[in-house]
């Protein structure tokens, strides 16, 4: 059985005058605020793709590179100074490296004549002892051996005429340039080279002797001394005519002066010049 159904209504159709008007009034745009908000977080960069973006950079290892920079210069510190000192060391080992072949076999010769009389100076001594042990009791030989250690002591200390082979020198100085160091070198070389007496001037030179400047000159043991200088020494002569010659030495240092060196050799040397003995103030022999 079948049961009717009411046909559905009929809808009413929308026409285009029935349909409702668009609102065609755009609404008002909210205003933006374009002042930047202090309390708002800055924006975030847009993300660029993987493809685009560089590898990323090495930080600067500040702390590395100043210690880099203070080890280096240390280092060219210690290498700056360790040139000096080899310099240093060099001008003063390699003092006679500009000196001719001759003048080094005569230096050479000088040392060996040196270290003879050294050794001979043993031998006497050692045989002076000798012969007072052999005398036991005998007081001749004693008073033969003291006499004969007074006698080279009186030469030695200036209290006794003296004579012998050595050299005359004469040193001029024009110009006035020469100063007691220069005068006290001549007798520092004589002496080096082994002479056993000098006289400087019209002194006799001993073992207190000194040399001074003065307003009017160079004075020794308080006697002013007049250029030219007349110098008389005795010793070997080769030797001590060697030491005056040495390259840097008593020569040069009178030519760049201005002045002149003569030197003659000679084989008898007369200084009758002697010294008084004070009596010591300060110093007394050990008991």
Known sequence: MQVPRDPAPELPKLTEAAAPEA????APEPEIDTAPDEDAAPDEP?????ATMPGPRQPRRKGASSKATVLIGALLAILGFALAVQVRSNSQTDALAGA????LVRILDDQNSL?????GQISDLQAARQRLSDSGSN????RQEAQRQADALAVLTGTAPAHGPGVEVVITDPAH?????DLLDVVEELRGAGAEVIQFGPVRVGVSSSFTDSPTGVALDR???????QVLAIGDPKTLDTALNIQGGVVNTVHAAGGEVTIT???VVSVSTTRTVTQPKYASPDR
């Open 115 to 119: 270290v003879d009389r050294l050794q």
């Open 223 to 229: 006697t002013q001394l007049q250029a030219p200088y």
């Open 139 to 142: 007081n001749a030989a004693a």
């Open 177 to 181: 340039q020469l100063r007691a160091e």
């Open 46 to 50: 847009a993300p660029v793709e993987a």
């Open 265 to 267: 050799q000679r084989d």
């Open 100 to 103: 001719r072949e001759d003048d």
């Open 23 to 26: 609102d065609t009034t755009a």
